[in-house]
Nanobody, 119 residues
Framework: QVQLVESGGGLVQAGGSLGLSCAAS????????VGWYRQAPGKQRELVAA???????NYADSVKGRFTISRDNARNTVYLQMNSLKPEDTAVYYC?????????????WGQGTQVTVSS
C-alpha cells in the first residue's frame, strides 16, 4: 500500500504564492505517476499537474506558467509550487499516486489540504 500526506496549504492573497508538499511512504516502487488534483465546492475533482517516473510533466491549461510540479526521489516527496495565485485556485488540493499495470489502474490519495486565495 501507499500512504500520502499533504502539507503546505493555507490562506494567501491573490497574486501570492504557496508551495505544497506530498510525502509518500509504503510500496512507492510500484508508482508510475504522481500528481496534484483539486476540488472546489460544488465542482468535480480536476487534474492540476502530474509528473511521470520518467520526469515528463503535464499541467491543466488554467495553471500553465504559474504552477510547477517537481519531485525529490531521495525524500519520496512531490511538490507543487503555486505562483500568481487567483481566487479561482481556491480548492482542496489532493496528492495522487497512480500505479498502472495490465491488470488495471490503482490510485492512492492523500487527505487533502485547503488552499484559499482571497481577492
Amino acid at each position: 500500500q501507499v500512504q500520502l500526506v499533504e502539507s503546505g496549504g493555507g490562506l494567501v492573497q491573490a497574486g501570492g504564492s504557496l508551495g505544497l508538499s506530498c510525502a509518500a511512504s509504503g510500496s512507492i516502487f510500484t508508482i508510475n505517476t504522481v500528481g496534484w488534483y483539486r476540488q472546489a465546492p460544488g465542482k468535480q475533482r480536476e487534474l492540476v499537474a502530474a509528473i511521470t517516473s520518467g520526469g515528463s510533466t503535464n499541467y491543466a491549461d488554467s495553471v500553465k506558467g504559474r504552477f510547477t510540479i517537481s519531485r525529490d526521489n531521495a525524500r519520496n516527496t512531490v511538490y507543487l509550487q503555486m505562483n500568481s495565485l487567483k481566487p479561482e485556485d481556491t480548492a482542496v488540493y489532493y496528492c495522487n499516486a497512480r500505479r498502472e499495470t495490465v491488470w488495471g489502474i490503482v490510485d492512492y490519495w492523500g487527505q487533502g489540504t485547503q488552499v484559499t486565495v482571497s481577492s
